[in-house]
């Protein structure tokens, strides 16, 4: 497809387990975003991706977050050992530049509930 | 730390009044601006974009912003709204020039609810 993919689009997990989120951005853009929006508080920034610089992860909560870029395309977040305050929808964005070049294309999100 | 308020969460209107949505930031230096709507059911999607020259911008649909630099203000407003206009609006800002990072910050959004 022409824009952002998530998947899985939901996912259901008990306190304590692992799980990872993938993001698959519009091909060519060099510039990934996660982002996580919780009711109530907005979008959250976690991390940003440029080219083969080095990951923007000032965002990331805890260090039971992580993410990762493979081949400046494909991106995954993983956390680590679930809490229930981890429960959000997570974002992925991308774009040609930064934002001070373009907008971010967002994707559909990936829900996440923590039991 | 860089920041963006939007100071209505919740607001309600009825079809054909006039809209007015507050964003301030607290970024002292040159900054890029941003709407973002967000539609039931859809994806975020920008409204409109504030980078330089002219501080009035206008979107889509008949939305427009205003950039008041002097009171780190970017207000999004429409004269008339739609039933359709229902959404959630996210203000977000980052700065034009940075060294490390094109890291954007949103705010933490305002729901619209548009009357019929």
């Known amino acids: 497809g022409a824009g952002v993919s998530q998947s899985p689009s939901n996912k259901v997990t008990e306190k304590g387990k692992d799980v990872e989120l993938r993001c698959d951005p519009i091909?060519?853009?060099?510039?990934l975003y996660w982002y996580r929006q919780s009711l109530g508080q907005g979008l959250e920034f976690l991390i940003y991706?440029?080219?083969?610089?080095?990951?923007?992860k000032s965002g990331l909560p805890s260090d039971r977050f992580s993410a990762e870029r493979t081949g400046g395309s494909v991106s995954t977040l993983t956390i680590q050992r679930t809490q229930q305050e981890d429960s959000a929808v997570y974002l992925c964005?991308?774009?040609?530049?930064?934002?001070?070049?373009?907008?971010?294309?967002f994707g559909e999100g990936s829900r996440l509930t923590v039991l | 730390a860089q920041s963006v308020s939007q100071h209505n969460h919740h607001v309600i209107l009825s079809e054909a009044a006039s809209l007015e949505l507050g964003c301030n930031y607290s970024?002292?230096?040159?900054?890029?601006l941003f709407w973002y709507v967000q539609y039931p059911g859809q994806h975020l999607q920008l409204l409109l974009k504030?980078?330089?020259?002219?501080?009035l911008v206008k979107g889509i649909k008949g939305f427009e912003a205003e950039f008041i630099k002097s009171k780190f203000s970017f207000n999004l407003r429409k004269p008339s709204v739609q039933w359709s206009d229902t959404a959630e609006y996210f203000c977000?800002?980052?700065?034009?020039?940075?060294?490390?990072?094109?890291?954007?910050?949103f705010g933490q959004g305002t729901t619209l609810q548009v009357k019929p």
């Open positions: 964005a991308s774009t040609t530049g930064g934002p001070y070049t373009g907008e971010l294309f």
């Open positions: 091909s060519g853009h060099t510039a």
């Open positions: 991706f440029q080219g083969n610089s080095a990951p923007d």
């Open positions: 970024y002292g230096g040159t900054v890029n």
């Open positions: 504030y980078f330089s020259g002219d501080p």
């Open positions: 977000a800002v980052t700065p034009a020039y940075s060294s490390n990072t094109g890291k954007l910050i």
